[in-house]
């Protein structure tokens, strides 16, 4: 029995008849996966090398991920106030959103401020606000994540400044900056030094963190901006491992041990539409990362070859249309995020793409983890796609798609030199054009955008 022999007698007679959808031809993967796809049938296990199913042995039966809402906005104590709103209805971890002034280091004051104070976070400018932001919040207890790049070494202080007049030694504190500077200058914009010198400042948190404040996560290698400005999933698995090569070789350089840093590095990735893809796309990225710190750089640590991750669903997949199909589409991504084995996710909330979420939209993000976490039943089987010929076959292509597009930036010198020719961000803009031009036309359906429209009443 082989598939040529099932296209040949039975899908093609059906096809003469029945031609497929047009919009499946956007899709150049196989229609069907059978064993034959299958490269590497050998049996792998969760909590085992290179971690495909997942770096715990239990899954989501031993501890479930953390749920954590990204919040942030207005002053140090509205966005305080929003913080313990989440935690009481039953979230377990925070994450911060600073606002643009604070993300590249200008006072709230300052000329070049005006008009972006508190807009798209929170605006921090003092220990003083930082400990605003924290009131009531037991630093020892709950885990902190903080958005900010370029001035992290700043913002960490801050936090590790706050967790001492709290009484918390900063040996206990725990969370993650995401110190990814990297991206800022593929996607987002950011940054406040050169390449070469913001890499500096991103390993001396490394060697800070590594001595002084052991659990905290000193990066968190960001593919997520990265999908949000356009590009594919390969491209978003390529290049976010090429940065974390570079992060990985400048520590090396700088003289820290592999196995002292890698455990402590995270990635942040995006949750987006394409649901099956998304799920082998989370297994890849395991798969890629262990072999490459044990391939380039030798580690035997197993926890430096375990790739830790959060995950945010795709903000760029939200429509101001028919704002209320975003819970579905959320929920799709969500779903995807958890059975592809995330350690920590974010659900956007349905009204995001009008502006700051309110609290009946935050509080329906949040339950829509809540609900895949109590009701679905997923969580208690241990990554249940793992054997699926599609899934499988397409762990496999992304793979080998994303470790060829490292090739290729290797052969370039590296990322460095990739960001500073400009070839990251001209690859970003071609599949992002691509895209548009997708929905612009009407191949690619965007419900109640270009499709299934309402009447404006």
């Known amino acids: 029995m082989s598939k040529k022999r099932w296209e040949d007698e039975t899908l093609k007679p059906t096809l003469d008849k029945y031609p497929e959808r047009d919009e499946v031809k956007l899709d150049e993967r196989e229609r069907l996966n059978t064993p034959e796809d299958i490269s590497n049938n050998k049996p792998e296990f969760p909590g085992e090398a290179p971690y495909t199913r997942g770096i715990h042995p239990t899954g989501y039966r031993g501890k479930l991920w953390t749920m954590r809402q990204y919040a942030g906005f207005g002053t140090a104590k509205e966005t305080n106030e929003r913080f313990r709103y989440l935690l009481e209805e039953g979230q377990n971890g925070l994450s911060v959103a600073f606002d643009l002034p604070t993300q590249i280091g200008y006072d709230s004051d300052d000329e070049m401020a005006l008009g972006e104070v508190g807009k798209v976070g929170v605006a921090i400018d003092s220990i003083e606000d ?8 037991p630093l020892g207890s709950v885990s ?4 900010i790049n370029a001035p ?6 801050m936090y590790i400044a706050t967790g001492k007049n709290q009484g918390v030694a900063e040996g206990k504190l725990r969370g993650t900056v995401q110190n990814d500077i990297l991206k800022e200058y593929i996607a987002r914009g950011t940054y406040i030094f050169p390449p070469k010198q913001s890499m500096r400042l991103t390993t001396d948190v490394f060697e ?5 404040v052991p659990k905290w996560n000193t990066i968190s290698v960001s593919g997520y901006h990265i999908r949000e400005a356009g590009c594919t999933a390969e491209q978003e698995l390529a290049f976010t491992i090429a940065n974390g090569i570079t992060y990985a070789q400048a520590a090396v350089e700088k003289g820290l041990d592999i196995d002292d840093f890698a455990p402590r590095m995270t990635f942040f990735f995006n949750g987006h539409n394409d649901f099956l893809y998304e799920i082998a796309k989370f297994r890849a990225a395991r798969q890629i990362w262990a072999k490459t710190v044990t391939g380039r750089f030798g580690a ?4 430096s070859m375990m790739m830790r991750f959060h995950t945010q669903t795709g903000g760029s997949t939200l429509t101001a249309q028919q704002p209320h199909n975003n819970v579905v589409r959320t929920s799709i991504q969500a779903l995807s995020a958890v059975l592809g084995g995330t350690q920590s996710l974010h659900t956007n909330a349905l009204d995001e793409a009008l502006g700051l979420p309110s609290e009946k939209a935050a509080r329906i993000a949040l339950r829509t983890q809540q609900i895949i976490a109590e009701e679905s039943g997923i969580p208690n089987t241990i990554d249940p796609l793992a054997g699926s010929y599609t899934i499988e076959t397409m762990t496999q292509e992304l793979v080998a798609k994303a470790e060829s597009l490292i090739g290729d930036i290797d052969s370039k010198g590296g990322m460095l030199s990739c960001i500073e020719e400009g070839w990251v961000q001209s ?9 548009q031009k997708e929905v612009e036309s009407g191949e690619r359906i965007i419900v109640g955008v270009n499709e299934y429209l309402e009447e404006e009443k």
């Open 427 to 435: 690859q970003i803009m071609d599949s992002a054009y691509k895209y």
């Open 208 to 212: 800070y963190c590594t001595k002084h």
């Open 152 to 157: 992290a070494s700043i913002l960490l202080a």
């Open 144 to 147: 902190t994540s903080m958005t």
């Open 130 to 137: 930082m400990e605003l932001l924290l009131d009531q919040i």
């Open 300 to 303: 035997k640590n197993e926890k």
